[in-house]
T-cell receptor
Framework: GEQVEQLPSILRVQEGSSASINCSYEDSASNYFPWYKQEPGENPKLIID?????ERKQIQELIVLLDKKAKRFSLHITDTQPGDSAMYFC????????????FGKGTSLTVIP | EAGVTQSPRYAVLQEGQAVSFWCDPISGHDTLYWYQQPRDQGPQLLVY????????NSQLPSDRFSAVRPKGTNSTLKIQSAKQGDTATYLC????????????FGPGTRLLVL
């Protein structure tokens, strides 16, 4: 099945700076890439996603970039706030075969006030 | 609309005991997923259903785990003889077939096997 690598596993940034999380995938059939935020004791919540027909998507302070040729996608959080501190997971899904979601191992983001 | 609900929220077992987890998906969602999320890791798919049919259970340890969704609505995931390595959060998620991309997670069941 698909393999999704996510880096870094731990990220600490100062409030107001940007945070970047990078993911890579192997299956060229993957065409949907969601990002989830998970706070302690809570379920993962979808925060932004991108499909393979796009290279960039922005929702407020969240920016996702997709490089299909390199099979990489990334999440950038601009002007980070303490409330952005959480686990972040990337995922990839193909539109062929079982069409499963494959998740990265997660990034623990801490925004330091 | 009401979200995905799961019960129980927590379970503590001794090795060898059995446990069942229950999931009620969002109304109208015909696709239901069960994930295992070990501590500090991403969710890993165990099994998923479209209506009552199993679509993929290749990652489900079939010797001890089973999952059913008999009426295509609620689902139960059962562990027959729990092992310490089963300690994890078990997440249920659902989505609409016409919009398979967006899946919504329930609160999860946190299992500790002693």
């Amino acid at each position: 099945g698909e393999q999704v690598e996510q880096l870094p596993s731990i990220l600490r940034v100062q409030e107001g700076s940007s945070a970047s999380i990078n993911c890579s995938y192997e299956d060229s059939a993957s065409n949907y890439f969601p990002w989830y935020k998970q706070e302690p004791g809570e379920n993962p919540k979808l925060i932004i996603d991108i499909r393979s027909n796009m290279e960039r998507k922005q929702i407020q302070e969240l920016i996702v970039l997709l490089d299909k040729k390199a099979k990489r996608f990334s999440l950038h959080i601009t002007d980070t706030q303490p409330g952005d501190s959480a686990m972040y997971f990337c995922a990839a899904r193909a539109n062929t075969g079982y069409q499963n979601f494959y998740f990265g191992k997660g990034t623990s983001l801490t925004v330091i006030p | 609309e009401a979200g995905v609900t799961q019960s129980p929220r927590y379970a503590v077992l001794q090795e060898g005991q059995a446990v069942s987890f229950w999931c009620d998906p969002i109304s109208g969602h015909d696709t239901l997923y069960w994930y295992q999320q070990p501590r500090d890791q991403g969710p890993q798919l165990l099994v998923y259903f479209r209506d009552e049919a199993v679509i993929d259970n290749s990652q489900l340890p079939s010797d001890r785990f089973s999952a059913v969704r008999p009426k295509g609505t609620n689902s139960t995931l059962k562990i027959q003889s729990a092992k310490q390595g089963d300690t994890a959060t078990y997440l249920c998620a659902s989505s609409r077939q016409i919009n398979q991309d967006t899946q919504y997670f329930g609160p999860g069941t946190r299992l500790l096997v002693l």
